[in-house]
């Protein structure tokens, strides 16, 4: 197989390989009106867009809308990713675009800031989902602010006490680590619509520990994108513990997992502040580990700080005692009373990722 160059593979011609949906994207990018058969072939395609509301009737309208939004920020996103690959062009096109557009009609409904929750284990692209509505939503008029749950975490100093009280507290992350009561605080200035000092943290510092950066003051934010391991997860009956999937296998591990659950009620006060919540969810959770091994592998390889595939091992598996995905996340997916859009995430590879099936839940 040959070498894939800046639109395909060598031998394959420009986009060869890439799909008739990338295809045109990129032509249009250049300035390329579709042919005909390409305009019917978009129609087609964007009839997979249900969950936006995309219907026979419809269809038509929203290609025409969709493409001069895409038109208006294909330069800037095409910077940001420094190229753009065939699966990010199918999460602009099916995801990006129209939930640029639902957001910004939503807001336009409220008298004060929306806050949009979103949920993704990692490597499932939840800060990039942020970055680009941003960007898609700046072209739209609308000043958003992205807030990670990680920007609550407490201080160094309070989870070194934390830690030294319970030694299971080895890593930042799992429930009990955050700052609930700033969140919160936060959260209602900002639909307040007041002027706020939203807090940001610095991973690199302390070796890596992490502690509190220099707050950003912000004001006039439109919509509020929060994003979390797991921003919106709640907690579930403590007998699922008994029969829990790896690896939650001692009773050790059973009582960590019924514990952090416990503390889980800790943060319904700060979900309670969301207006929405959507789920980046993988075909098969295990993946995400994978993931986060090649992340670790590509910093190593880049002469940069990064764990060995042992110690990547135990840090997925340290979450998933915490909070096992199979057992939190999942259900959720299918919640129609917490949860507004869940996405789908297929692949097993980071860079083979793929956008799967995006759908509204419903109450059976």
Known sequence: MGKRGRWGREGDG????????????VKWGRGENPSSEEWQYLRGE????????????NVAAVVEKRSHLFRA???QIWAYFQGISPANFEFLWHLWLPLAEELAVQRQLMSRPLIQGILGLQGTGKTTLAAILKL???????????????????????????KAQDSRFILRGPPGTH???????????LRQSLPVLVPRFDKSAWGGAGDRAQPELVTGTDIVLFEGWFVGVRPIDPALFDDAPSPIVTLEDRQWARESNQRLIEYLCLWAYLDKLLILYPVDYRVSQQWRLEAERQAIAAGKTGMADD??????????????????????????????????????????????????????
């Not at 072209?139 to 201080?155: E, F, I, P, R, V």
């Not at 609930?180 to 936060?186: A, L």
């Open 14 to 25: 420009e986009l060869g390989g890439w799909g008739m949906l990338s295809e045109i994207l």
């Open 179 to 189: 700052d609930v009561g700033m969140g919160v605080e936060v959260l209602q200035q």
């Open 46 to 57: 964007t009839l997979r867009d249900e969950a936006f509301g995309v219907n026979h009737s």
């Open 136 to 162: 898609i939503l700046s072209h739209l008029g609308y000043q958003t602010l992205n807030l990670s749950l990680d920007d609550l975490y407490k201080t160094y100093g309070d989870r070194q006490q934390l």
């Open 311 to 364: 110690e990547v091992e135990e840090f997925v598996k340290y979450f998933w005692r915490s909070l096992h995905p199979e057992l939190f996340v999942k259900p959720l997916t299918k919640n129609p009373s917490w949860v507004d859009l869940t996405v789908e995430i297929k692949g097993d590879r980071a860079e083979l990722r793929a956008l799967g099936a995006v759908y509204r839940p419903r109450s059976v």
């Open 73 to 75: 920020v294909y330069p």
